[in-house]
């Protein structure tokens, strides 16, 4: 049984910093990625980044040069540095890890989602 749990959410400054943890139990590391999304109210979920078991970030354009997503396999956490911050980055954020299938990986799995709000 596959868990995440996010913590460290909270408010922020505009220019100030949070960061964000997402501890992970039950899931076996594989060639799959682990990553963090975003949804503002109304609006799609957002893939902000994502990386891979070699320790390879990918980040979107909205947040490349700000924000820092690294891991600690031996500790089973995730985490989420959050630099520069802007209002536009007020959003629930998830922490979200790939289940691995016959021919792909699949984000399937999420956390409960922890707010940031940016004033």
């Known amino acids: 049984h596959v868990q995440l749990v996010e913590s460290g959410g909270g408010m922020a400054e505009a220019g100030g910093s949070l960061s964000l943890s997402c501890s992970v139990s039950g899931y076996r590391y594989t060639s799959c990625r682990l990553g963090w999304y975003r949804q503002v109210a109304g609006q799609e979920r957002e893939k902000i980044a994502e990386?891979?078991?070699?320790?390879?970030?990918l980040y979107s354009d909205s947040v490349k040069g700000r924000f820092t997503v690294t891991q600690d396999k031996s500790k089973n956490m995730l985490f989420l540095q959050m630099n520069n911050l802007t209002p536009d980055d007020t959003a629930v954020y998830y922490c979200?890890?790939?289940?691995?299938?016959?021919?792909?990986?699949?984000?399937?799995?999420w956390g409960q989602g922890t707010q940031v709000t940016v004033s």
């Open positions: 979200a890890a790939q289940r691995r299938t016959p021919i792909r990986c699949a984000w399937d799995y």
């Open positions: 990386i891979s078991a070699d320790d390879t970030a």
